[in-house]
Nanobody, 128 residues
Framework: QVQLVESGGGLVQAGGSLRLSCAAS????????MGWFRQRPGKEREFVAA????????YYANSVKGRFSISRDNAKNTVYLQMNSLKPEDTAVYYC?????????????????????WGQGTQVTVSS
């Protein structure tokens, strides 16, 4: 079992930045690829970013490429999402997820059914 707890959400003005954290407890965090997803109001959950278990491979949705950066610290059992140049359309509940496997591309990583564990989400609100 892996428990995931997100933090770092909040209210920010357009153009601002936030860093989300996802702390994992349980066994062998370093054996999991990690992903960030979001659910915007009235929309389905969508892929944001993913990182391989060792951190060497990272994938992004086109909508956030160049603005968001995913990273992980396996010694701290934590994955991060640095969000810069935020836009009102980034307003959403952000979820981290753990996948007991590897990720190979954005198109592969975006499949939410791959992921074995999910956090409870953290709200990000970007005001215009």
């Amino acid at each position: 079992q892996v428990q995931l707890v997100e933090s770092g959400g909040g209210l920010v003005q357009a153009g601002g930045s936030l860093r989300l954290s996802c702390a994992a407890s349980g066994r062998t965090f370093s054996g999991y690829a990690m992903g960030w997803f979001r659910q915007r109001p009235g929309k389905e959950r969508e892929f944001v970013a993913a990182i391989s278990s060792g951190g060497g491979n990272r994938y992004y949705a086109n909508s956030v490429k160049g603005r968001f950066s995913i990273s992980r610290d396996n010694a701290k059992n934590t994955v991060y999402l640095q969000m810069n140049s935020l836009k009102p359309e980034d307003t959403a509940v952000y979820y981290c997820a753990a996948y007991r496997g590897q990720v190979y591309s954005a198109s592969y990583s975006q499949n939410s059914h791959l992921y074995d564990y999910w956090g409870q989400g953290t709200q990000v609100t970007v005001s215009s």
